[in-house]
């Protein structure tokens, strides 16, 4: 077994970076939203809430140690006397982090990386409508398992394979009974009746009603403005977010050409 102080540490940041999420409406110039759409095949699909936070992970290495990163950088290992206090994730997650290293069991050669969204506190412009108390919470969104044996690939080929979809992510069973033995709350889910709309208009209508309020406010006189869903297929093998900013913008910017 490696161990993790003997790593690559870039090349392990790479490797467990989330990938980018497209928009459900392909996005044109300037964030305009284009007819195009995210083609589901018809498949029964998922709908969780869309947090606005701060991308965040804990990796969890098959050598007990693990580490807690940013979307772009990792900020502290387990043992560390120092962490990078950037947007309090390291003082969010770290006692969630003790709490699960010793109860995730993977084979000796696969990295169990846990994505979550850090919000409220002091994380992004829109903390206050989860928090009137600059209190900070967290949600689980992803796991992905990845093998040790793709840190030994030249860095440009880590990001290339990253960003096309090279990662592993858990299904929905999969990913529920793991967030269930580690007692860690996921993102809300939502149930869809029906196939999602098509039409801008009648998507951003439909956001609307699907999801009035955020449902993880941490008090209850937060703003509970949401951001928006992410809908994926049951394998995660296709995903796209739908957000009420891009169609308000959207809209907006229609106006404004009449």
Known sequence: MRSTRELDL?????ATKYPSIPT??????????????VDFNGEPLIATEKVDGTNSRIILMPDGCYLIGSREELLHARG??????ALGIVETLKPTADRIVE?????ADVITVVYLETYGGKTTAAAKQYTSQCE???????????????????REAIAAWR????QPFLAE?????????LELQLTPRIELREPLPTSI?????????????????LDTDAGGSPEGLVVRTADRDRIAKIRFEDYQRHLKRAAGKK
């Open 10 to 14: 870039t090349k392990l940041n790479s």
């Open 24 to 37: 459900y409406h392909a996005l044109g110039e300037r964030g305009a939203l284009l007819l195009e759409t």
């Open 80 to 85: 560390d006397l120092i962490h990078n206090p």
């Open 103 to 107: 109860k995730v069991s993977t084979p």
């Open 136 to 154: 900070y919470g967290y949600r689980v969104f992803d796991v992905s398992r990845i093998a040790m044996e793709h840190l030994d690939a030249s």
């Open 163 to 166: 960003e096309n979809g090279g």
């Open 173 to 181: 069973p999969e990913l529920a009974d793991l967030a269930a033995s």
């Open 201 to 217: 208009s009648d998507t951003h209508m439909w956001l609307e009603s699907m999801l009035p309020t955020t449902l993880v406010a």
